[in-house]
């Protein structure tokens, strides 16, 4: 089973994930705890909860959704169920206040908030979709008052989607064409020092991930790391063959290696110094999990690559998994260092 691992607030949805000891009902492909005393409503396309005080007039709505195809990606899906589950249903002013992605175990789940008014009465709506390989399912929450927001909470909290069966879902996915994944895809990240005003501040230095998967089934992976509070500069090489089979990505190391180089005297994060000391690398040859059901924003594409054990390649990553983007232009941001050339290059 997989846990939504989504925690509603009112005014924000934090990432977390309870245990509850009430019993399980399921629908479709979602298992939830019913508030006590909540009334339920289901057919064939979903079930939803209710509850109500006719004094006040106050209410709380829970729907949620059957599990549908969809050749969409995650923000589309999301976007799709706003419109139809949301806005077809209330007045929303404005734009869904998004949260940021999550990944679980191949269900991308993408959730937004809006204020809405249904006649005169002024609510908080908020969806979460999860999507999958070839399908997607979304939750609802509609509520005017903070009476019942126990209740909301301790429903999310029991969400739990079940494990996608892969063996079904990818054969007629998108990872299921070895050339979906040829390309360079990167994971660059900005280091930061602190926070000021709620934001974090750059401090000027980078740590920088990428996988250059060439069509003759070669690829280079590469990680150069220039840390504003570490003394060296870190850069790590490592090429060999992959396979895409189905949602299988096997990575088959040849070679690699890594080592430290001192900083420029001009401190530039563009130029290097001289090598400082070699470093082992450890050849892990590994078969990654590939959810190439990625999400777009703008012209960017994403994919998740997930192991069962921990390699180097990852580091310390939640769940051994990293996400990668695509780099569409083919220019990578990361160059070897004057001691050191890579044996395979990157061929847009």
């Not at 050339?179 to 360079?184: A, D, F, H």
């Not at 890579?342 to 847009?348: A, E, N, Q, S, V």
């Amino acid at each position: 089973m997989q846990l939504f691992k989504k925690l509603l607030g009112f005014h924000s949805i934090i990432l977390m994930s309870l245990c509850s000891y009430a019993q399980k009902q399921s629908f479709d492909v979602v298992s939830y705890t019913a508030p006590k005393g909540w009334q339920q409503q289901q057919n064939e396309g979903g079930v939803q909860l209710s509850v109500a005080d006719k004094k006040t007039g106050a209410y709380a709505i829970a729907l949620v959704t059957k599990a549908t195809a969809s050749n969409g990606n995650a923000v589309e899906n999301f976007n799709a169920d706003w419109d139809k589950l949301v806005k077809a249903s209330v007045q929303v002013n404005d734009a869904p206040a998004m949260q940021e992605p999550a990944h679980e175990d191949g269900w991308e789940i993408i959730s937004g908030t809006a204020n809405y008014i249904d006649s005169e009465q002024k609510g908080l709506a908020t969806l979460l979709t999860a999507t999958t390989y070839g399908q997607m399912v979304s939750v609802v929450l509609m509520t005017n008052t903070q009476q019942y927001q126990s209740d909301l909470l301790a429903f999310v909290n029991s969400l739990e989607l079940a494990k996608p069966n892969l063996n079904e879902t990818t054969k007629t996915g998108p990872a299921a064409n070895n050339t979906s994944i040829v390309g360079l895809w990167v994971d660059y990240t900005i280091e930061t020092s602190g926070y000021s005003n709620g934001f974090p501040q750059p401090s000027g230095g980078y740590f920088r991930k990428e996988y250059a998967f060439n069509s003759d089934g070669t690829y280079l992976f590469r990680m150069k790391n220039w840390a504003v509070f570490v003394k060296e500069i870190q850069y790590v090489y490592e090429s060999g063959n992959w396979k895409l089979n189905e949602n299988k990505l096997t990575i088959t190391p040849k070679q690699g290696k890594g080592g430290w180089w001192n900083k420029a005297a001009s401190n530039r994060t563009s130029e290097w110094g001289s090598l400082a000391k070699t470093g082992s690398w450890k050849m892990e040859p590994v078969t990654y999990t590939v959810d190439l059901n990625y999400y777009i924003g703008g012209d960017e594409k994403k994919i998740t690559l997930q192991s069962n054990s921990r390699t180097e390649r990852e580091g310390k990553q939640e769940n051994n998994r990293i996400v990668l983007s695509s780099r569409t232009s083919g220019k990578s941001l990361i160059d070897d260092p004057p001691e050191l050339s890579t044996p395979i290059k990157t061929k847009p």
